[in-house]
């Protein structure tokens, strides 16, 4: 379990994260989301003792990281592929991982098994492709078999097949009683894998619920319907109270009302349809619906006009302090 109490982080007047308090319980995917510039990597940078709060606390399973005796026994963490030394093999990679938490030697060929790169265990990192990397992170994370994981965008760079490996790797490790923390800007993946949705914007908690009631508070849901009759099943409609909205196609928009109730209105008035389906938002929406407030980078159309270079409003971001790394505090040279 990790548990967040009153979290801030200030950098010089920024501030990065403002009094975030939550809970990441086993037995679920927790998904972690917010805009660019929400807080998320400082967040995970401070629950590894990577980053010291200006205020409140983090603690795993009861303890702040510092306390914990063989870190990655407790909690492993993928914040940042591109950290493993690229002179090293994966096998040496991980083998000093091991050594400086006294895992078992033979642990990294199981991990390097279960991330499906033993036939490039002696080869050096530095040669690995961004999924390759993304792998050989996500072993350092298994490695000491821990009941907690923490991982930053896992998909980065993996194939459709490593990502649909790694979905069901994380909920797998869920389904065995294990805490799970993953933050990723894919909306469709994280629809796929989280239970559970923790929502940050200006470093602020904007959400901490279920998927499914984030959705659906969040967003709109409502049944489309398309008929050759469609003045007449505009008249139906509203003579059964319901509000019907035209659309494009000459499709009609209905809230309120489940596909069966519009069925069954149509047959009595001997109504065609050639279209009856629900529409249910996506959480792509919902997100958008809910941190609309608090984006803190906004694009905008090109402007052909060439005269904003010297304007330092119109420049892009520099990258901040909170730029996500991955180091186990222990890790040995």
Known sequence: MIELEGLTKHFGRKVAVDRLSFTVRPGVVTG????????????????????????????IDGKHYRELQEPLKH???????????GGRTAYNNLLCLAQANRIPARRVDEVLDVVGLSAVARKKSKGFSLGMGQRLGIASALLGDPEILMFDEPVNGLDPEGIHWIRNLMKTLAGQGRTIFVSSHLMSE????????????QGRLLADTSMADFIHENSRSYVRLRSPQREQLLDALHGAGLTAVEADG????????????????AA????????????????????????????EYHAHADDHRGDHHDDPAAAPPAAGPGA???????EGA
């Open 190 to 201: 994280m629809a796929l894998t989280a239970d559970h949705l923790i929502v940050i914007g």
């Open 32 to 59: 972690f989301l917010g805009p660019n510039g929400a807080g998320k990597s400082t967040t995970m940078r401070m629950m590894l003792d990577l980053d010291n709060p200006t205020r409140g606390t983090v603690r």
């Open 75 to 85: 909690i492993g963490a993928l914040l940042d592929a591109k950290a493993m030394h």
């Open 250 to 265: 000459g499709t009609l928009e209905v809230d309120g009302a489940t596909t069966e109730d519009l069925g069954e209105l």
């Open 324 to 330: 996500p790394q991955w180091a186990p505090r222990n």
């Open 268 to 295: 009595r008035h001997g109504l065609v349809l050639h279209e009856l389906s629900a529409q249910r938002a996506s959480l792509e929406e919902a997100f958008m619906q809910m941190t609309a407030g608090a984006v």
